[in-house]
């Protein structure tokens, strides 16, 4: 039994969104379902459907956030795997394997839900958050495939 | 209209299998669908069920692939996502933007599929796969979420 029911995302952190879609939609056919920014962290977030998860584009929006300091020490790439879950808290602490205490919730971090990535350093290299899962449209609405 | 079907697994890099377990299926409560070597590369294959795709740790068996030699360079982590398509050969190939020659095919590379990388150096930081979409496999006989 597990506390996750899918995995929701993959995270790209990348320098230009516009740029990215180029690559990500245009030569890999990949199609935009939304792109939003937000806050806190200053970001801008694109989600391409893959049929069954989505790819999401993570930009930078100004240079003092963690994800901004990642893509400077590191390049763009892979940042994080998120995971929908049931109780977003609940999980992100209780996956926290001897971390202590809970991350910070982002309410509506993307396509409207909340997130919250595991606290604690990442375990075998991987950083993973956990969203809402919501079996409506992330499964019933979805075939699990592009046709 | 996109030459993937469906995104297969993330692939995880990682030292040792055992040890990567305790975390991936311990932890955070993935069950193991599969677990094989293959000889070319050198690794050990383990998938783990996501509810609608895979997680796929690759711990390499000797140092002399790209993969053993990413490891050494890198650390552990996310090392690739991988597509599910019609048409491996064709895809990787076709997705290959300005890269020229095909990637070399790996058959049954995981789960008995074909498989091959996208040639060329990574875009955006992303090395991208393709392997084998099996509509059926893939998508009939699972729900698309970890009940």
Request: with cysteine; aromatic share 6%; hydrophobic share 40%.
């Amino acid at each position: 039994m597990s506390l996750l029911r899918r995995l929701d995302h993959v995270a790209v952190v990348i320098r230009d969104t516009d740029e990215a879609l180029r690559y990500f939609s245009g030569s890999l056919g990949l199609r935009v379902t939304s792109s939003e920014e937000i806050r806190a962290p200053a970001v801008r977030l694109t989600y391409l459907d893959t049929g069954n998860a989505y790819l999401q584009l993570v930009e930078p929006l100004d240079s003092e956030s963690a994800v901004a300091h990642w893509l400077e020490e590191h390049g763009e790439g892979v940042h994080h795997i998120c995971f929908g879950v049931d109780d977003v808290l609940a999980a992100a602490s209780g996956l926290a394997v001897g971390a202590g205490a809970g991350g910070d919730a982002v309410p509506g971090s993307g396509r409207g839900r909340v997130s919250s990535f595991v606290p604690g350093e990442p375990r075998h290299g991987v950083r993973i958050e956990c969203t809402e899962f919501r079996h409506a449209d992330d499964v019933e609405r979805t075939p699990g495939f592009l046709a």
